[in-house]
T-cell receptor, first 116, second 117 residues
Framework: AQSVTQLGSHVSVSEGALVLLRCNYSSSVPPYLFWYVQYPNQGLQLLLKYTSAATLVKGINGFEAEFKKSETSFHLTKPSAHMSDAAEYFCAVSERGAGNNRKLIWGLGTSLGVNP | GAVVSQHPSRVICKSGTSVKIECRSLDFQATTMFWYRQFPKQSLMLMATSNEGSKATYEQGVEKDKFLINHASLTLSTLTVTSAHPEDSSFYIC?????????????FGPGTRLTVL
């Protein structure tokens, strides 16, 4: 079974600083990886996904993530944090479920705080 | 595009009653829908996967007789919490994909907050 580990349940940065949210996965097959964001009182929204094409994936709102097979990592970064980036961020890996369905295995999430 | 709605957004009910939550894909056909439960400050726990026109597949430990899922059309899935008890109070979230394939994006609804008194 695959698993996802997000290091740090809470990360706090200053506005304008680099954002780095860590995600490591375990998978016996080539993984398909996702980052989702959950703003307060809202549903989850896809930030970006890795589907075995380019290892550096660009997403919405200036976020990007790099797939590193040797490190089994898919860390999320943004060069300059904005106050509006404060949210809960989830990393997930796609796994085959029952039948032909796929399901997402989720990390525990990282809460990003942005200080003015 | 790819909007998923949930109704109601918030429901309070008495212990022993049943509650139905609707999940709709507004601008696409969802062959596969997922139901999650999210506890405060925790990750999402997948409850079941449903394909249109067939029985839902429940994750281990989820009572299928308590959490009834119906995926009657390509745009609607319902979750009914039967004989709800206070421990069923939680945030229920649905998501939908077009095919449930390997790289398919799941589009999430805004969630339903259930409180059982």
């Amino acid at each position: 079974a695959q698993s996802v580990t997000q290091l740090g349940s809470h990360v706090s940065v200053s506005e304008g600083a680099l954002v780095l949210l860590r995600c490591n996965y375990s998978s016996s097959v080539p993984p398909y990886l996702f980052w989702y964001v959950q703003y307060p009182n809202q549903g989850l929204q896809l930030l970006l996904k890795y589907t075995s094409a380019a290892t550096l994936v660009k997403g919405i709102n200036g976020f990007e993530a790099e797939f590193k097979k040797s490190e089994t990592s898919f860390h999320l970064t943004k060069p300059s944090a904005h106050m509006s980036d404060a949210a809960e961020y989830f990393c997930a890996v796609s796994e085959r479920g029952a039948g032909n369905n796929r399901k997402l295995i989720w990390g525990l999430g990282t809460s990003l705080g942005v200080n003015p | 595009g790819a909007v998923v709605s949930q109704h109601p957004s918030r429901v309070i009910c008495k212990s022993g009653t049943s509650v139905k939550i609707e999940c709709r894909s507004l601008d696409f056909q969802a062959t596969t829908m997922f139901w999650y439960r999210q506890f405060p400050k925790q990750s999402l726990m997948l409850m079941a996967t449903s394909n249109e026109g067939s029985k839902a597949t429940y994750e281990q430990g989820v009572e299928k007789d308590k959490f009834l899922i119906n995926h009657a059309s390509l745009t609607l899935s319902t979750l009914t919490v039967t004989s709800a008890h206070p421990e069923d109070s939680s945030f229920y979230i649905c998501s939908a994909t077009t095919s449930g394939g390997v790289t398919d994006t799941q589009y999430f609804g805004p969630g339903t907050r259930l409180t059982v008194l």
